[in-house]
T-cell receptor, first 114, second 109 residues
Framework: DAGVIQSPRHEVTEMGQEVTLRCKPI?????LFWYRQTMMRGLELLIY????????DSGMPEDRFSAKMPNASFSTLKIQPSEPRDSAVYFC????????????FGPGTRLTVT | EDQVTQSPEALRLQEGESSSLNCSYT??????LFWYRQDPGKGPEFLFT???AGEEKEKERLKATLTKKESFLHITAPKPEDSATYLC??????????FGQGTELSVKP
């Protein structure tokens, strides 16, 4: 299995621009998670999908952030407009079953907003 | 407030020098405790899940234990390839997964 696939691996953008991060979960997994990791705050859960339905989006920082999962093999995390404080590494993870089970993380997207 | 605290923040060991990492938690009901390993520039890699006090899991030189208030990750005779950041995560009854800040382990030959 190829594991969780994320793209792009690195993104540099200017403040105010729209940013779209992409994730392909492991085939057969029915839960998908988006995380953000910074030195200051560590790893934080942003949103969790189960069977393509958003279950918990309480970690989404504000309305500038949105996430979609149109089918079982693809999800996007969009930031519009982006701000310098959004700079972080964004991870996507998937699991078989719900959030009680071990999650498999992708390699992450390092986002820099200047 | 649900909280997960890992200690120490950083740990330097000599190869073969056994030690333990700590993860203490205060949550409104524990559904599970997870240990992950993270190498620089990579995503966390799953190691163990513990569900109830008294439970233990082992994998090679690593052994994870769980009590009602904390978990330990014991590293026996570590090797340089064990160097990484070790993350503890707790799942609450509400389903939320809360990660600790991690312990950065360095094992010198």
């Amino acid at each position: 299995d190829a594991g969780v696939i994320q793209s792009p691996r690195h993104e540099v953008t200017e403040m105010g621009q729209e940013v779209t991060l992409r994730c392909k979960p492991i085939s057969g997994h029915n839960s998908l998670f988006w995380y953000r990791q910074t030195m200051m705050r560590g790893l934080e859960l942003l949103i969790y999908f189960n069977n393509n339905v958003p279950i918990d989006d309480s970690g989404m920082p504000e309305d500038r952030f949105s996430a979609k999962m149109p089918n079982a093999s693809f999800s996007t995390l969009k930031i519009q407009p982006s701000e310098p404080r959004d700079s972080a590494v964004y991870f996507c993870a998937s699991s078989y079953g719900d959030s009680r089970f071990e999650q498999y993380f992708g390699p992450g997207t390092r986002l820099t907003v200047t | 407030e649900d909280q997960v605290t890992q200690s120490p923040e950083a740990l330097r060991l000599q190869e073969g020098e056994s030690s333990s990492l700590n993860c203490s938690y205060t949550v409104s009901g524990l559904r599970g405790l997870f240990w992950y390993r993270q190498d620089p520039g990579k995503g966390p890699e799953f190691l163990f899940t513990l569900y109830s006090a008294g439970e233990e899991k082992e994998k090679e030189r690593l052994k994870a234990t769980l009590t009602k208030k904390e978990s330990f990750l014991h590293i026996t005779a570590p090797k340089p390839e064990d160097s990484a950041t070790y993350l503890c995560a707790v799942q609450t009854q509400g389903g939320k997964l809360i990660f600790g800040q991690g312990t950065e382990l360095s094992v010198k030959p």
